[in-house]
Nanobody
């Protein structure tokens, strides 16, 4: 299982750090990613950190979001800076077994329940 937390209501330009904890399995063999889904829209890939800790970001968040992981703690993080209203969404963490760079939701094996991020003044 994965459990995401850290969302909230933030003003434009603010920051948040989302956290995701894994239970029942080791993250050592998984790439982990963050997706988001805004109301009325499809789920969108945000970022992935591979098994060997290479990071990849969608163009819409590059330079503002940072994904990281701590396998010993079974944690994955998403640092979000300079938040914009268009970042408002439910954010999901996910884990995919393997060595790849996974940007498609259907290949992920485990999903967290989502945490709401709302950017508004």
């Amino acid at each position: 299982q994965l459990q995401a937390s850290g969302g909230g209501l933030v003003q434009p330009g603010g920051s948040l750090r989302l956290s995701c904890v894994a239970s029942g399995f080791s993250l050592d063999y998984y790439a982990t990613g963050w997706f988001r889904q805004a109301s009325g829209k499809e789920r969108e890939w945000v970022a992935t950190i591979t098994r060997d800790s290479n990071t990849y970001y969608s163009d819409s968040v590059k330079g503002r979001f940072t994904i990281s992981r701590d396998n010993a703690k079974k944690m994955v993080y998403l640092q979000i800076n300079n938040l914009k209203p268009e970042d408002t969404a439910v954010y999901y963490c996910a884990a995919a077994y393997g060595l790849g760079i996974y940007t498609v939701a259907r290949v992920y094996d485990y999903w967290g329940q989502g945490t709401q991020v709302t950017v508004s003044s």
